[in-house]
């Protein structure tokens, strides 16, 4: 079962994606319905494999593999793993494709690319569903530059916009950054161990083979692959291209944030963990609290519905990425999964809006009025009743608010980093976990208060407003309840007596001379006793962020606006995104502009001066070589043939072949020979 489903579970999405490349347009609805239930029947067969596998209560990894290449007495495979780390992973990719596939039926009907749109889905689907399946770090790298391609192409699936084609290119550009530095951390691995997969790579390490014998070498592989999950997961100081990502339909952004590209990064995380040294998850855990702390100052000022849940992924992302850094393993993938549903359905309900706001402007001519920001909205909890009521759940998900899904891992992951600086004394990383907390449940409620309570900007709009079809609104109702705690534990306020505690168990690190952050007995001990200290602070917080933006946006007992002036710069900073984007444009952009000029001039001075120099001097020595064969060389074999020919004629007065002259001039030549004796 393990040898034959998870290929199927790979390929179907494949298949998809050739179907509806070559005959999508041909078929009926234009493919959507079997793209669809394609999508759908691999989350069935997923959804089969991860009872299998976690019902069996087993923590066997089950492996298999085929040569692939043989170069020499080096052999490099192609294999699936199993553990349940990987099937966990295959329901939340699965699940959140079938979701968005029909979400999509709507929110893209009428589309001029339709059946390609679906074909992209399937090829991203298949993408991340081979990140997670690979039993090898070599062919993850692989599926790694396919979901980097599958981006490309849905982000800037409205190629015709200038902004959509640029965030596709600018996605594409800075991961390309992280992936490379990933690159060489797998190369590292490779020389040093001979091997591409898991299983071989961990086992040489445990036995106290190091990479070129050297602790550092091995924390430098770590942070160069940690480089990758930097790129794909947003992370500091490469998160600038998700917030433009969303020029690409929001379905896809549902799709990326929750599930596929944004994830791969984590799980790349948590499947290398092992082989991290303690200075490496250092370095991750210090990475994941600046994002998530930059990315939510940004979210505070943000009046774009995509754009303030794209720098909330961002955020979120970075919990995920502090948790595994401080060793809260099993919090931090636990937070990946619980914010899939919930970050899936805020996204979806954003769409859903948007949907309906595009309805209502058409009907009114008006195609000046910006459909995404927040301010041209209000009052459409009447109109939107489903979207409203679930996208109240998502954001009391995502908030950490108790009975939610998001309560539970994000009070794992606050308590985990809590602990962690017991024992190692890192007391910035609890701080800035409990700040992004607050300032999480602040800018969430203020996108939900300004989006659906108040007064409309409009009235004309809100009346044409109403709620989306049915195939929109069933994901989020689905969405909705998986953003409940019941889901993973059974107990509201403690994760880790539920079942996904028991199935994802952090693992041990292979390099036991090398200490990660926290022992594994040390740390769980460090975290039972300020669960509970770390649960009430948590809850406080966010109840006091949820009660500021009711406050300031719903009862208006605060000003925003002089809220933003009292923050001066710091506001004008945010709103700004901090300027990364202009200083990445003047260093990077500009400095290249200007490289390229000073080699441009280089080139054009220097290269083609000694070029050109050395074809004038060419030329100097051609001509006087010229001149000499001329002159010279031709002028001494031109005279001597000149010479013999003169002689010639000369002599051709004497051998005129008549005896008469001979004889006359043998009888001249004794007479003078006479004469010179006398």
């Known amino acids: 079962m393990f040898t034959n489903l998870p290929i199927i579970i790979l390929l179907l999405p494949l298949l998809a994606f050739i179907l509806m490349i070559f005959i999508g347009n041909k078929l009926p609805r234009k493919g959507d319905w079997l793209a669809t239930g394609m999508m759908a029947l691999t989350l069935v067969l997923s959804v089969v494999l991860l009872i299998t596998k976690v019902g069996s209560h087993?923590?066997?990894?089950?492996?298999?593999?085929?040569?692939?290449?043989?170069?020499?007495?080096?052999?490099?495979?192609?294999?699936?793993?199993?553990?349940?780390?990987?099937?966990?992973?295959?329901?939340?990719?699965?699940?959140?494709?079938?979701?968005?596939h029909l979400f999509s039926i709507g929110y893209m009907e009428g589309d001029i690319r339709y059946s390609r749109y679906y074909a992209?889905?399937?090829?991203?689907?298949?993408?991340?569903?081979?990140?997670?399946?690979?039993?090898?770090?070599?062919?993850?790298?692989?599926?790694?530059?396919?979901?980097?391609?599958?981006?490309?192409?849905?982000?800037?699936?409205?190629?015709?916009?200038?902004?959509?084609?640029?965030?596709?290119?600018?996605?594409?550009?800075?991961?390309r950054v992280g992936d490379f530095g990933m690159f060489i951390g797998i190369m590292i691995l490779f020389i040093s161990f001979s091997s591409f997969t898991f299983e071989a790579i961990f086992d040489s390490i445990s036995a106290g083979k190091l990479p070129f014998g050297s602790e550092g070498w091995l924390t430098a592989a770590?942070?160069?692959?940690?480089?990758?999950?930097?790129?794909?997961?947003?992370?500091?100081?490469?998160?600038?291209?998700?917030?433009?990502?969303?020029?690409?339909?929001?379905?896809?952004?549902?799709?990326?944030?929750?599930?596929?590209?944004v994830a791969a990064g984590v799980y790349l995380v948590a499947r290398v963990f092992p082989m991290l040294t303690a200075d490496a998850l250092m370095v991750i855990a210090y990475i994941g609290a600046i994002t998530a702390l930059i990315a939510a100052t940004i979210a505070i000022t943000q009046f774009d519905i995509k754009k303030v849940l794209a720098y909330s992924t961002i955020s979120q992302l970075g919990y995920m990425i502090m948790a595994l850094g401080v060793g809260a393993y099993t919090a931090g993938f636990m937070h990946l999964v619980t914010h899939a549903a919930f970050k899936a359905g805020l996204f979806l309900g954003a769409g859903s809006v948007i949907y309906a706001m595009h309805a209502a402007l058409h009907k009114l001519h008006d195609h000046d009025t910006d459909a995404q920001n927040i301010r041209?909205?209000?009052?459409?909890?009447?109109?939107?009743?489903?979207?409203?009521?679930?996208?109240?759940?998502?954001?009391?998900?995502?908030?950490?608010?108790?009975?939610?899904?998001?309560?539970?891992?994000?009070?794992?992951?606050?308590a985990g980093t809590l602990a962690f600086s017991t024992i190692n004394?890192?007391?910035?990383?609890?701080?800035?976990?409990?700040?992004?907390?607050?300032?999480?449940?602040?800018?969430?409620?203020?996108?939900?208060?300004?989006?659906?309570?108040?007064?409309?900007?409009?009235?004309?709009?809100?009346?044409?407003?109403?709620?989306?079809?049915?195939?929109?609104?069933?994901?989020?109702m689905v969405l909705a309840a998986l953003s409940l705690f019941?889901?993973?534990?059974?107990?509201?306020?403690?994760?880790?007596?539920?079942?996904?505690?028991?199935?994802?168990?952090?693992?041990?690190?292979?390099?036991?001379?090398?200490?990660?952050?926290?022992?594994?007995?040390?740390?769980?001990?460090?975290?039972?006793?300020?669960?509970?200290?770390?649960?009430?602070?948590?809850?406080?917080?966010?109840?006091?962020?949820?009660?500021?933006?009711?406050?300031?946006?719903?009862?208006?007992?605060?000003?925003?606006?002089?809220?933003?002036?009292?923050?001066?710069f710091l506001y004008k900073g945010?709103?700004?995104?901090?300027?990364?984007?202009?200083?990445?444009?003047?260093?990077?952009?500009?400095?290249?502009?200007?490289?390229?000029?000073?080699?441009?001039?280089?080139?054009?001075?220097?290269?083609?001066?000694?070029?050109?120099?050395?074809?004038?001097?060419?030329?100097?020595?051609?001509s006087i070589s010229g001149w000499i064969d001329t002159n010279i060389v031709d002028g001494l074999v031109n005279g001597t043939a000149s010479t013999a020919n003169r002689a010639g004629r000369l002599l051709s007065y004497i051998q005129t072949g008549k005896v008469q002259t001979y004889l006359l001039f043998v009888l001249f030549s004794l007479l003078v020979l006479f004469i010179l004796f006398l």
């Open 376 to 414: 041209n909205m209000g009052g459409l909890k009447a109109k939107m009743p489903v979207t409203y009521w679930t996208f109240l759940i998502f954001t009391l998900a995502i908030s950490g608010i108790p009975l939610t899904s998001g309560f539970l891992s994000k009070d794992e992951i606050l």
């Open 486 to 568: 019941f889901f993973y534990s059974f107990n509201p306020f403690g994760a880790s007596s539920g079942w996904f505690y028991s199935a994802v168990v952090r693992p041990v690190s292979i390099v036991p001379e090398l200490l990660q952050p926290a022992a594994y007995p040390v740390f769980y001990e460090a975290v039972s006793s300020v669960h509970t200290i770390a649960m009430v602070l948590s809850i406080i917080i966010a109840v006091a962020g949820v009660f500021l933006a009711f406050l300031v946006y719903e009862k208006k007992k605060i000003s925003a606006e002089k809220l933003a002036q009292h923050a001066g």
């Open 425 to 476: 004394g890192h007391w910035l990383l609890p701080l800035i976990g409990f700040t992004v907390a607050g300032l999480t449940a602040f800018y969430m409620f203020r996108l939900f208060i300004l989006t659906f309570h108040g007064k409309t900007a409009n009235e004309k709009i809100l009346g044409g407003v109403i709620e989306s079809p049915k195939v929109m609104t069933i994901p989020l």
């Open 120 to 175: 992209y889905l399937g090829l991203f689907s298949f993408s991340m569903l081979g990140i997670v399946l690979t039993n090898n770090i070599l062919l993850m790298y692989v599926f790694w530059e396919l979901v980097g391609i599958s981006s490309y192409l849905l982000i800037g699936h409205w190629y015709e916009k200038k902004s959509a084609s640029n965030a596709a290119n600018k996605a594409f550009i800075v991961n």
């Open 574 to 622: 945010a709103t700004n995104k901090w300027y990364f984007d202009e200083i990445y444009n003047r260093v990077f952009v500009n400095g290249s502009h200007v490289i390229m000029k000073a080699l441009r001039w280089f080139d054009e001075t220097i290269i083609d001066g000694i070029v050109n120099g050395a074809a004038t001097v060419t030329q100097l020595f051609a």
């Open 222 to 261: 770590g942070v160069l692959i940690f480089s990758g999950a930097i790129g794909k997961s947003a992370q500091f100081p490469l998160h600038v291209w998700l917030p433009d990502a969303m020029e690409g339909p929001t379905p896809v952004s549902a799709l990326i944030h929750a599930a596929t590209m």
């Open 58 to 100: 087993s923590a066997d990894v089950f492996t298999s593999s085929l040569d692939w290449v043989v170069i020499g007495s080096k052999t490099i495979g192609v294999g699936i793993m199993i553990d349940n780390l990987a099937a966990i992973m295959l329901v939340v990719v699965t699940l959140v494709s079938t979701l968005v």
